[in-house]
């Protein structure tokens, strides 16, 4: 059974930096696809960023040029480091596995406020 474990969430002021981790274990088959959802109160859960075995990204429209996805493939983790953040990006921040097979994490609250 795969488990998605997500940290770094926290209080920060607009402008700040945040720097997102999910850790992936119990895993069989190769993670292909992995990905990072936000989930504000009253919205529905969107796509923040994405991003292959290899390394191919895409991101919203509204993070781009702030947020940059990576992974590291040998330690099954992925980041999200959030730069100039807004307070429209407060939200709960989930990771997800996306191939080859589907599975989040509980989620991390970011909050960004001053």
């Known amino acids: 059974q795969v488990q998605l474990v997500e940290s770094g969430g926290d209080l920060v002021q607009p402008g700040g930096s945040l720097r997102l981790s999910c850790a992936a274990s119990g895993s069989r088959l190769s993670i292909t696809t992995m990905g990072w959802y936000r989930q504000a109160p009253g919205k529905q859960r969107e796509l923040v960023a994405a991003i292959t075995r290899g390394g191919s990204t895409n991101y919203a429209d509204s993070v781009k040029g702030r947020f940059t996805i990576s992974r590291d493939n040998a330690k099954n983790t992925l980041y999200l480091q959030m730069n100039s953040l807004k307070p429209e990006d407060t939200a709960v921040y989930y990771c997800?596995?996306?191939?080859?097979?589907?599975?989040w994490g509980q989620g991390t609250q970011v909050t960004i406020s001053s």
């Open positions: 997800r596995i996306l191939a080859p097979y589907d599975a």
